[in-house]
């Protein structure tokens, strides 16, 4: 079975800063990993997802994640954090599953403070 | 709006009662997922459909829990006999996507419904 952790929980950082959240993954193929993020009151909504075409991956507002295989890693970063970016992160890895459906397996989640 | 969308978005009910939800895909979207989703943990799957075929249930998807598509386009989550485990915000998302690229297909999120029994 596919698995993602996020190894940290909460993150808090000041405006203007480097944001790095980290996430690694389990599984046993080329994995399909994408980034979600969850605003207060908001639905959950794509940063960016890993397709293998690169392993550097550029997202919405800022966003990149790199796919580093022989780390089993797909870290998110962005060079300044802005007050916006405050909200709950989460790393995923998805699955082929009937009928060209997928499913996507969730990290534990972690939460950014953006300090003014 | 177009994206998706779930009713009730808050439902209090008490222990032993049975709740419906109900979530309204976006229109052209053939695939629908619900996920559960309790307070600090990750969306987890429950259950997918594809137009009004159920094709796949997850084990956390108890016999208390029923999900229907009756004609492909909206979906109700029915949980019969509530427990206070069954707290928890229920997400439905939809997906369109191209079949030959199925695990990267982008799965668009609902706000979500958050169910307390007392």
């Known amino acids: 079975a596919q698995s993602v952790t996020q190894l940290d929980s909460h993150v808090s950082v000041s405006e203007g800063t480097p944001v790095l959240l980290r996430c690694n993954y389990s599984s046993s193929y080329s994995p399909s990993l994408f980034w979600y993020v969850q605003h207060p009151n908001k639905g959950l909504q794509l940063l960016l997802k890993y397709t293998s075409a690169a392993t550097l991956v550029k997202g919405i507002n800022g966003f990149e994640a790199e796919f580093k295989k022989s780390e089993t890693s797909f870290h998110l970063t962005k060079p300044s954090a802005h007050m916006s970016d405050a909200a709950e992160y989460f790393c995923v890895v998805s699955e082929m599953i009937k009928a060209a459906g997928n499913k996507l397996t969730f990290g534990g989640g972690t939460r950014v403070l953006v300090k003014p | 709006d177009t994206g998706v969308s779930q009713n009730p978005r808050h439902k209090i009910t008490k222990r032993g009662q049975n709740v419906t939800f109900r979530c309204d895909p976006i229109?052209?979207?053939?695939?629908l997922y619900w996920y559960r989703q309790t307070l600090g943990q990750g969306p987890e799957f429950l259950t997918y459909?594809?137009?009004?075929?159920?094709?796949?249930k997850s084990r956390l998807l108890s016999d208390r829990f029923s999900a229907e598509r009756p004609k492909g386009s909206f979906s109700t989550l029915e949980i019969q006999r509530t427990e206070q485990g069954d707290s928890a915000m229920y997400l439905c998302?939809?997906?369109?996507?191209?079949?030959?690229?199925?695990?990267?297909?982008?799965?668009?999120f609902g706000p979500g419904t958050r169910l307390t029994v007392l």
């Open positions: 229109s052209e979207h053939n695939r």
């Open positions: 998302a939809s997906s369109l996507g191209d079949p030959g690229l199925a695990a990267y297909n982008e799965q668009f």
């Open positions: 459909f594809q137009n009004e075929a159920q094709l796949e």
